[in-house]
C-alpha cells in the first residue's frame, strides 16, 4: 500500500502511469480496506483476550 500511495504522490505520476491510473486506484482502494478489516479483526480479538483476562 505504501508502494501505491507513493506512486499516487509523484509530481509527474499521470505522464507516467496514467494508462494504469484506474487499476492503481482499484488497488489501493481495495489495499485500504484489506487494513480496515484487518484493524477490525485484531479489535474483536483484543476485545475477546479482555474479557478472558478479566474472568
Given amino acids: 500500500m505504501k508502494k501505491l500511495e507513493?506512486?499516487?504522490?509523484?509530481?509527474?505520476?499521470?505522464a507516467r502511469y496514467g494508462a494504469q491510473?484506474?487499476?492503481?486506484?482499484q488497488q489501493l482502494a481495495e489495499s485500504r480496506q484489506r487494513v480496515e478489516?484487518?484493524?477490525?479483526?485484531?479489535?474483536?480479538?483484543?476485545?475477546?483476550r479482555e474479557q478472558l483476562q478479566a474472568k
Avoid: A, G, V
Wanted: glycine share 0%.
Fill in 6 to 14: 507513493m506512486l499516487f504522490s509523484l509530481p509527474d505520476f499521470f
Fill in 21 to 25: 491510473s484506474t487499476e492503481l486506484q
Fill in 37 to 48: 478489516t484487518l484493524y477490525q479483526r485484531w479489535e474483536e480479538l483484543e476485545t475477546k
